[in-house]
């Protein structure tokens, strides 16, 4: 009987060995289930939970179901989430480093986008070890375009608009274009449109599909402006709580993942402007005067903000525009 015990006892333990090492993060994000960046993201979550063999669960929340998007920094610096993914121009307050893949005018194709974000990576890294938080990966957002219910031939047809901004560079913008802005995050963007409370808005294709703009709103202007990116934060903590194996194959998948999904977002700009364009969007280019007047304004901004900006923000800049 005690000997029958004994065993017993000795494959329970056996059996509660690899429970005992797992590992689960949850992982906010603010866009919707079927977004590129989202997709990328359970990619990434699948693929270190198989190469640990499950000894790392990673649950990703989209759409800000978990935490809303200004609160995932936070949440995942405090800890209360291990891990999540941040709209770099959210921390603006932060740090202006932040800021720099939001400027209008700067970096306006994948190949600046890229150069801007090795000059940006190792100073913001900093910036996060600082406060406990690692960079995992960024992804940029396709080029940002203009949506509007009316057409839009230069800044005088912005005048008044009510208009969604996602930034403090996305308010100004609209300021300047004379419309007026309000921030509104990704989430409840469908609902502002719905209501009416918003007739216009700059984002990416990708975003206007998944915000199905076209219910309410009739064009698009293909302006490619500026490619903000999102990055995936990770909790130090948590991270070096990892044994090494562990932490070897989310550094690997990390920089898998950043690949694919500067590849992903290439690929869904055509996709997604092909998209708004089928479900009845008029997408055009701008014209040469809106051209101009946006143009104009992204000038004012980058000098204003280059006047008050810190020695490290100049350096990446002037880097980016040698
Ligand atoms: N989509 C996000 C930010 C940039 C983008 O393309 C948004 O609409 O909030």
Redesign the pocket.
Known sequence: MRALKGLTIAALAFCATPAIAQTVWDMPTG?APSNFHTLNDMEFAKRVGEATGGKLTINVHPGASLYKAPEIKRAVQTGQAQIGEV?MVLLSNENPMYEIDGMPFLATSYEQAKKLSDLQRPYIEKILADQGVMLLFSVP??P?GLFSKNAINSIADMKGEAHRA?SKQTSRLAELAGARPTVI??AE?TQALATGKITSLI??A??GVDYKVWESLGYYYDMRGWM?KNMIVVNKAAFDALDADTRKIVLAEAARAEEAGWASSRRVTDETTKALADNGLKVEVPSAQLDKDLRAIGKQMLDEWLAGADDDVRAVVAAFQK
């Open positions: 866009y709209l957002w396709p940002q996602y995050q990704a963007v984002t990416s990708q975003s903000p």
